[in-house]
Structure formats: structure tokens, C-alpha cells
């Protein structure tokens, strides 16, 4: 009798268990929840109206960079060094300190794509500034049956000045892929537009973490190579110029000589 009362209980506390309303399920970790939240905000998709053709788009923010630092350390249990080691090498291998990296996802259920080149195809405005890849994976110039994904890389900085393309100013940062990536959306003339409000983030010095300190340790070790070389350049040419004035000052004064003799 007691033996089929213990049964009876166990049954009804796995069936209580099992239908329990969520509060009583267990509870997402701080890592996961906000690895979640951040992909909700980054990650956004879009289906043709064929419904045949998807696209994914993630924008490498850095609040999305430490969410996923932060899921991978606690699914790990890494130590703090390792995922700042992480961190390190996941800035280095998505370029953060020089562009601002895109992850494209595409699965085409539908005819043969044809997207080369692909850097003509897609687009990315910062407010009112228009900006073309500096590099991409160059498997999306490959003709696509089913699925592919890869990188796309845009200019962070302006070229001449180094300052920031993503200010306070840029609310919105708009990125678009163009219908003709496939005959489906060229038909339909539908391109795919991804949006995201307010792409700005603060990130004072005393915010970074090891990895990201070391970034931006390599990014200004090149910037300041690259301008020594434009002052070695600069300098050059004002030597240049004033052994060039020299010359024409030389010339200036036979010539008075000869005018100021007669």
C-alpha cells in the first residue's frame, strides 16, 4: 500500500513538475540572458515576399562583443585571463578596431543567386554618410544554392582624419543589400533593408578590458607608423621645396643685378 502511495506521489510530482508554469522552471543565467538580449538588438532577419529567400544580418557591436564574451566564459567557466584571451582574438579575427563588422547569413530555397561582385550589392549608410565594403568574404560572389554566410567589413574610421564615421549625430545606421542578389527580389524589386536605432556607444578608457585595450594598443602603434611615414614624406618635400627656393631667390638676384647695372 505504501509502495503504491510513493508511486502514485512521484507520478504527480513529474506531471506537476512538467506542467508547472514557467516561474518554477529554472531560470536563465545572467550570461545567456544577456547574450539574448543583445542578439535581439543586433541580429535581425528578413524573408523576400517569395518567402524563398532569407537573410540574416548581426552587427558586431561592442555590446554585443561582451555578451558573447561573457556566455562563452560562463559556459566555460574560463578564468579571467582566458576571456580576455577570447576577447582578444575575437576583436582581432572581425577587425573591430578598424571597421565596422557584419555577419551575412543567406539561405535561398529558391533558383540559382548570383551575387558577384558582392561588394557592389550592398550598402551601409551612418546617417548621412553612404559607405562601400573595404573587404568580404569572397564566397558570396559564388553561385548559392542553399545556404551561405560570411563577413562583411566597413570603414569605422575616415580615411584622412582617423575619426570615428559612428558619432552621437549618427542615430541610425542603415544597411542594405540589394534585390538583384537574386531573380526572386530583382523580379519583386525588393531589397533588404536592416536598421538599427542609435548604433553610438560610449566606451570611456577606463571601461576596457585587457583584450580591448590591446586592440586599441595595436590600432595607434600602426596609426602612429602610419603618420611618421607621412612626416618623413612631408618632411622630404619641404626640403624640396626650400631647395627649390633657394634656387629661384639665386635667380631673382643675378637678374636684379643685371636690371639694377643698366
Same mark, same amino acid.
Given at each position: 500500500?505504501?509502495?503504491?502511495?510513493?508511486?502514485?506521489?512521484?507520478?504527480?510530482? +513529474?506531471?506537476?513538475?512538467?506542467?508547472?508554469?514557467?516561474?518554477?522552471?529554472?531560470?536563465?543565467?545572467?550570461?545567456?540572458?544577456?547574450?539574448?538580449?543583445?542578439?535581439?538588438?543586433?541580429?535581425?532577419?528578413?524573408?523576400?515576399?517569395?518567402?524563398?529567400?532569407?537573410?540574416?544580418?548581426?552587427?558586431?557591436?561592442?555590446?554585443?562583443?561582451?555578451?558573447?564574451?561573457?556566455?562563452?566564459?560562463?559556459?566555460?567557466?574560463? +578564468?579571467?585571463?582566458?576571456?580576455?584571451? *577570447?576577447?582578444?582574438?575575437?576583436?582581432?579575427?572581425?577587425?573591430?578596431?578598424?571597421?565596422?563588422? *557584419?555577419?551575412?547569413?543567406?539561405?535561398?530555397?529558391?533558383?540559382?543567386?548570383?551575387?558577384?561582385?558582392?561588394?557592389?550589392?550592398?550598402?551601409?549608410?551612418?546617417?548621412?554618410?553612404?559607405?562601400?565594403?573595404?573587404?568580404?568574404?569572397?564566397?558570396?560572389?559564388?553561385?548559392?544554392?542553399?545556404?551561405?554566410?560570411?563577413?562583411? *567589413?566597413?570603414?569605422?574610421?575616415?580615411?584622412?582624419?582617423?575619426?570615428?564615421?559612428?558619432?552621437?549625430?549618427?542615430?541610425?545606421? +542603415?544597411?542594405?543589400?540589394?534585390?538583384?542578389?537574386?531573380?526572386?527580389?530583382?523580379?519583386?524589386?525588393?531589397?533588404?533593408? *536592416?536598421?538599427?536605432?542609435?548604433?553610438?556607444?560610449?566606451?570611456?578608457?577606463?571601461?576596457?578590458?585587457?583584450?580591448?585595450?590591446?586592440?586599441?594598443?595595436?590600432?595607434?602603434?600602426?596609426?602612429?607608423?602610419?603618420?611618421?611615414?607621412?612626416?618623413?614624406?612631408?618632411?622630404?618635400?619641404?626640403?624640396?621645396?626650400?631647395?627649390?627656393?633657394?634656387?629661384?631667390?639665386?635667380?631673382?638676384?643675378?637678374?636684379?643685378?643685371?636690371?639694377?647695372?643698366?
Amino acid at each position: 500500500m505504501r509502495k503504491g502511495l510513493l508511486y502514485i506521489s512521484l507520478i504527480l510530482i +513529474t506531471i506537476i513538475l512538467n506542467f508547472a508554469p514557467s516561474s518554477y522552471a529554472k531560470e536563465k543565467s545572467p550570461g545567456l540572458e544577456a547574450y539574448e538580449k543583445a542578439m535581439s538588438r543586433w541580429q535581425k532577419s528578413i524573408t523576400d515576399p517569395t518567402s524563398r529567400v532569407t537573410v540574416t544580418v548581426t552587427y558586431y557591436s561592442m555590446e554585443l562583443i561582451r555578451a558573447i564574451v561573457a556566455y562563452e566564459s560562463e559556459k566555460n567557466l574560463w +578564468t579571467k585571463d582566458e576571456a580576455e584571451n *577570447f576577447k582578444y582574438r575575437l576583436l582581432e579575427n572581425i577587425r573591430f578596431a578598424d571597421c565596422l563588422p *557584419f555577419k551575412v547569413e543567406i539561405t535561398n530555397n529558391g533558383p540559382a543567386m548570383h551575387m558577384g561582385p558582392f561588394d557592389r550589392k550592398i550598402k551601409l549608410k551612418a546617417g548621412n554618410r553612404e559607405l562601400t565594403p573595404i573587404d568580404y568574404d569572397k564566397i558570396f560572389n559564388f553561385k548559392l544554392l542553399g545556404k551561405v554566410e560570411g563577413m562583411v *567589413f566597413f570603414p569605422r574610421r575616415d580615411e584622412k582624419t582617423d575619426k570615428d564615421i559612428l558619432t552621437p549625430d549618427v542615430k541610425i545606421l +542603415t544597411l542594405t543589400i540589394s534585390k538583384d542578389i537574386s531573380p526572386l527580389t530583382a523580379e519583386k524589386g525588393f531589397d533588404f533593408v *536592416f536598421r538599427w536605432d542609435n548604433p553610438y556607444e560610449k566606451i570611456s578608457l577606463e571601461e576596457y578590458s585587457t583584450g580591448e585595450a590591446k586592440i586599441e594598443l595595436e590600432r595607434l602603434t600602426k596609426r602612429i607608423e602610419l603618420l611618421m611615414e607621412k612626416k618623413k614624406d612631408l618632411l622630404k618635400q619641404i626640403e624640396e621645396i626650400e631647395e627649390e627656393l633657394k634656387k629661384v631667390k639665386s635667380r631673382i638676384a643675378e637678374l636684379e643685378k643685371i636690371i639694377y647695372k643698366n
